[in-house]
């Protein structure tokens, strides 16, 4: 009797190409997405900068010397702010975008069940 051969979804190159495009499309996604900021609504990344720098802050100041300012300067400074405001539109679209994946997912995979009646 053999042993029935569980299909491991997340391996080969198929799986590794659509996390990989989707990740791809979310970085050119979100630099589409400051590049229109820039030119239709500069103050949406005004806004996000001055939210970052106030958190940026916030952090600074609730961790003990030396190592909030350390901290604070690090992220300032070295991480810079394009870094984190892009960095938080990739992390926000991709929660997005697989919100309404897994969605997408869950309304097909009612319509394929059959119904009990």
Not at 52 to 79: A, C, K, L, S, Y
Not at 80 to 106: D, E, N
Request: proline letters at 6%.
């Amino acid at each position: 009797m053999t042993t029935p051969i569980r299909e491991n979804r997340y391996s080969g190159l198929r799986h590794h190409a659509r996390v990989h495009s989707f990740r791809i499309f979310t970085v050119v996604l979100a630099w589409l997405c400051i590049g229109a900021a820039f030119y239709q609504k500069p103050e949406l990344l005004t806004g996000l900068q001055r939210a970052i720098q106030r958190g940026m802050e916030t952090v600074g100041d609730t961790i003990p010397p030396p190592w909030g300012p350390r901290i604070e300067f690090v992220f300032r400074e070295i991480g810079g702010f394009i870094w984190l405001q892009i960095t938080l539109i990739v992390v926000f679209l991709r929660m997005l975008l697989s919100g309404i994946a897994a969605l997408w997912r869950l309304l097909r995979s009612r319509d394929t069940e059959p119904n009990d009646a």
